[in-house]
């Protein structure tokens, strides 16, 4: 009897021991019940984001983002409040807005009295980055491709070459290499390091290679020639060329005359699938590039990889006027398409009866630029719930393959 009495006093002690783990590891891990004393079939389960358990949580001045807890619990949350609204706010629904730089606690409050509080801090927002809003290029890595345009002044950049021009030799080293990746359809530039080897990449660029038939060469070649604009097989026109080897070179895509707006719309919604006679196609501000940037003997790799290249490979663009002649792409004053953004519709402000139905989507629609519809590819910053009195913000963003933005921001009040 004595020895069954010291067993189980063990299992009573080893029980003891274990729940004080469990306790210690739940008190300080990622999920925590609200409620106190309240049972586990009415206890709600509280999940706050990040998902790391933390209570702390940053963001630039400008920028929204939600603290956001499980949907289970909602309907325990009595509301959400700031210690300093200077800093931050928080609406009904657990929305912060950084104001300014600072720190500030934003509070959960629960219906049973307990509270979760978030450190909130707001730091001073980054300057915004110029974006160049005409093409849909991938850039990296400016500082080092301006000191290695610096050092190549003696390279004129702005040249027009003549078609039987040699690779200049007097450079002690071109800037740039120019890879071609036929099987992903991308153009990825680079430009030397400190060894002078050519392994920093400062640009991607979407393509159309040869389609079946008509295969773009592989190889290594040197840029020959450049021209403005240059007449191409089946009595079309190329812009910004410049030449690969032969008949191969790099240029817009084709226009059916000799004008800005003769775009053929149809095979510019082709860039990045095979569709050229053998040529690399670019939008008109890629092949622009090459052509300011890239001067006769740089050299040019064409190949077949799986690997996009280090800076992945840009979306394509497309438009859905195929009878407006422009590339939308083009730097040109005249182009109709240097007015246009991604544009919302259907947003307001609106008030919603407690306990009524609401959906952030109903009624509302997005285009980009270009007028294809994006409207599933916008980001909806908020939370409206219903089913609790109280005013919510939401704030719609998108950014488009060509850089340019629509945001809005509609408040939505629950009565």
């Known amino acids: 009897m004595r020895r069954k009495g010291r067993v189980y006093l063990g299992l009573v002690c080893l029980a003891v021991a274990v729940g004080a783990v469990l306790g210690i590891v739940f008190a300080r ?6 409620a106190g004393d309240a049972t586990a079939d009415t206890a709600p389960v509280v999940t706050f984001v990040p998902e790391d358990g933390q209570f702390e949580f940053s963001l630039p001045a400008g920028e929204c983002a939600l603290l956001k807890i499980d949907s289970g619990a909602e309907e325990f949350v009595t509301g959400w409040s700031t210690a300093d609204a200077s800093v931050v706010t928080v609406d009904s629904g657990g929305r912060i807005d950084g104001i300014s730089p600072g720190s500030a606690a934003v509070t959960a409050a629960f219906n049973d009295g307990h509270a979760y509080t978030y450190l909130v801090t707001v730091t001073q927002a980054e300057p915004k980055q110029e974006r160049d809003h005409f093409s849909t290029a991938y850039t990296a890595n400016e500082e080092v491709m301006q000191k290695n345009l ?36 991308c153009v990825t530039v680079y430009t030397y390091d400190d060894k002078g080897e050519y392994t920093v990449p400062v640009r991607a660029m979407i393509c159309s290679c040869g389609k079946e038939g008509n295969e773009t060469i592989t190889g290594e070649f040197n840029l020959y ?11 079309v ?16 895509v084709p226009y059916l005359d000799y004008a800005f707006d003769k775009l053929e719309t149809d095979e510019f919604n082709k860039l990045g699938e095979p569709a050229s006679m053998g040529c690399v196609r670019l939008s008109v501000s890629d092949s622009k590039w090459i052509y300011d940037n890239c001067a006769v003997g740089t050299v040019i790799k064409i190949f077949d990889s799986d690997d996009e290249g280090p800076l992945g490979c840009p979306p394509a663009m497309r438009v859905a006027d195929l009878q407006n002649g422009w590339d939308p792409t083009d730097y040109n004053e005249l182009n109709p398409y240097n007015t246009c953004y991604p544009k919302f519709s259907g947003l307001s402000d609106k008030a919603v009866p407690l306990g009524g139905a609401f959906s952030p989507t109903d009624g509302f629609s997005a285009v980009d630029s270009c007028g294809n519809d994006v409207t599933a590819g916008v980001e909806i910053t908020g939370n409206v719930v219903t089913s609790r009195a109280g005013v919510y913000k939401l704030t719609y963003r998108y950014t488009d393959a060509l850089n340019r933005s629509a945001e809005q921001t509609v408040t939505v009040t629950v009565e």
């Open 225 to 235: 020639f450049k021209a403005e604009w240059h007449y191409l097989v089946n009595d």
């Open 29 to 34: 891990g990622e999920i925590f019940s609200p």
């Open 237 to 252: 026109y190329g812009r910004y060329v410049s030449g690969i080897d032969g008949d191969f070179l790099f240029h817009s």
């Open 150 to 185: 610096l050092a190549a002044e003696e390279v004129d950049m702005s040249e027009i070459y003549d078609p039987f021009t040699e690779p200049d030799t007097e450079a002690a080293r071109l800037p740039f290499e120019i890879w071609v990746n036929r099987k992903k359809s």
